[in-house]
Nanobody, 125 residues
């Protein structure tokens, strides 16, 4: 499966952005999806995940209550709605797909087989 992330940009603190990840090349609805982010000099970290049906979601503590992951299987797209953005949310955001563990919400990088190219999110103070 090929993944194309978009929707990043520059936003002021307190603002919102919605990231999209378009999938192609395989059956999107068979894959659990996730969003990760990587800030300069830091490890790539889990942000949010969703099961292949969309019935299970989870997010990391730093973004809980501010970010929401969702998916539209008819459009082969997963979204990350980001509200109340903070400067510490600045990072490159990556979407990822898991076929082997699609029924679950996967929080670890090794659980995903496919990765998109990343989209930059910059939050100014």
């Amino acid at each position: 499966v090929q993944l194309q992330a978009s929707g990043g940009g520059l936003v002021q603190a307190g603002g919102s952005l919605r990231l999209s990840c378009q999938a192609s090349g395989s059956t999107f609805s068979s894959h659990g999806m996730g969003w990760f982010r990587q800030a300069p000099g830091k490890e790539r970290e889990f942000v949010a995940g969703i099961s292949r049906s969309g019935g299970k979601t989870d997010s990391s503590e730093p973004v809980k209550g501010r970010f929401t992951i969702s998916r539209d299987n008819a459009k082969n797209t997963v979204y990350l709605q980001m509200n109340s953005l903070k400067p510490e949310d600045t990072a490159v955001y990556f979407c990822a797909a898991s076929f082997r563990l699609g029924a679950f919400v996967n929080t670890k990088r090794r659980q995903y087989e496919y990765w998109g190219q990343g989209t930059q999110v910059t939050v100014s103070s």
